[in-house]
């Protein structure tokens, strides 16, 4: 069996930008991409792809630099992306591991080899851009537009979204959970079921 690339963590990071953005796209729609203004990391990572035969060029591409996404090999190779190998950026320079868990295209998330869906639109990028930062830790500036396309990204904002993912996470057992830091404005995946959300209170009735 042949192994897994190993790529740089600036060049997997954009390799899984593409793949996430090219993904989310409604399902069978044509995927196309113009790289004319794909510049430093993105140009690595549309290289790569075309090495892979996952950007190959359309029967009449309207200019030499289009090319359309062939989604089939593009999912196998995100869905698979926990299994590529990328270089650690600690001190010894050792090549690691992604874990085995994670975010899997279109909405769903995979856990201890099992592949679960059901994610909201939102909750899922949420999620998956969590799941590539360090630490499973992004600020709410850093999540604003990739994430949620709103640069005055709020708390009840981000806190809605979190409760979906956690109710995911709870309905099928998966011992994950996204928590919200609203003094710091921070938000994590962290290991764990989450907890189940207090019960409201019921009013007592007064007598007459």
Known sequence: MASNPTYPPELLEAMLSFASAALDRPAGNAVIVDAKDATGPEKAALAEFKA?????????????????????????????????ATVDQSDDGQAVNLDTDGPVPPRAFRFQGQDFSGLTPTAWRLVDALWRCKNRTASFKELSVPVFQNELLDLTAV??????????????????????????????????????????????????
């Open 52 to 84: 892979l035969g996952i950007l190959i060029a359309p029967m009449a591409p309207p200019t030499p630099t289009t090319w359309e996404v062939d989604v089939p090999k593009l999912r196998d190779w995100y869905a698979n992306k926990n299994a590529v």
């Open 159 to 208: 806190k809605d979204h979190t409760k979906f993912a956690n109710r995911f996470f709870r309905r099928h057992s998966i011992a994950y959970h996204v928590t919200t830091d609203a003094r710091t404005k921070y938000v994590s995946v962290v290991d764990g079921l989450p907890k189940e959300p207090p019960k409201p209170k019921r009013k007592r009735k007064t007598r007459r």
